[in-house]
């Protein structure tokens, strides 16, 4: 079992950067292939980034590539997800997401994923 909980969700200026932390509980998060998702007011809930167990291998959505970046500290049970150049359209409720342990590809579907933390808003003003 693994529990997440994200922070570091704010306002912030078109043009501006945040950097989103998930906390995770459990053995098991060392071995997890970590996610991030969001989802916009009456959108489905969409993929933006995901990190295997040693931060080798990342995935991004085409829409934040070269502007997100994921990593995380497995010493922490910490996953980051820093956002630069940020425009009005990523204003969303942030989610992380834990694989399985079984788990090693860095899926991009939310079925992919088995835990989830409580989200975190993220609003980007004009």
């Known amino acids: 079992q693994v529990q997440l909980v994200e922070s570091g969700g704010g306002l912030v200026q078109a043009g501006g950067s945040l950097r989103l932390s998930c906390a995770a509980s459990?053995?098991?998060?060392?071995?997890?292939?970590m996610g991030w998702f969001r989802q916009a007011p009456g959108k489905e809930r969409e993929f933006v980034a995901a990190?295997?167990?040693?931060?080798?291998?990342?995935k991004y959505a085409d829409s934040v590539l070269g502007r997100f970046t994921i990593s995380r500290d497995n010493a922490k049970n910490t996953v980051y997800l820093q956002m630069n150049s940020l425009k009005t359209e990523d204003t969303a409720v942030y989610y992380c997401?834990?694989?399985?342990?079984?788990?090693?590809?860095?899926?991009?579907?939310?079925?992919?994923?088995?835990?989830w933390g409580q989200g975190t808003q993220v609003t980007v003003s004009s």
């Open positions: 997401a834990a694989r399985r342990a079984t788990s090693v590809v860095p899926g991009t579907s939310i079925y992919d994923y088995a835990y």
């Open positions: 459990g053995r098991t998060f060392s071995r997890s292939v």
């Open positions: 990190i295997n167990w040693s931060g080798g291998s990342t």
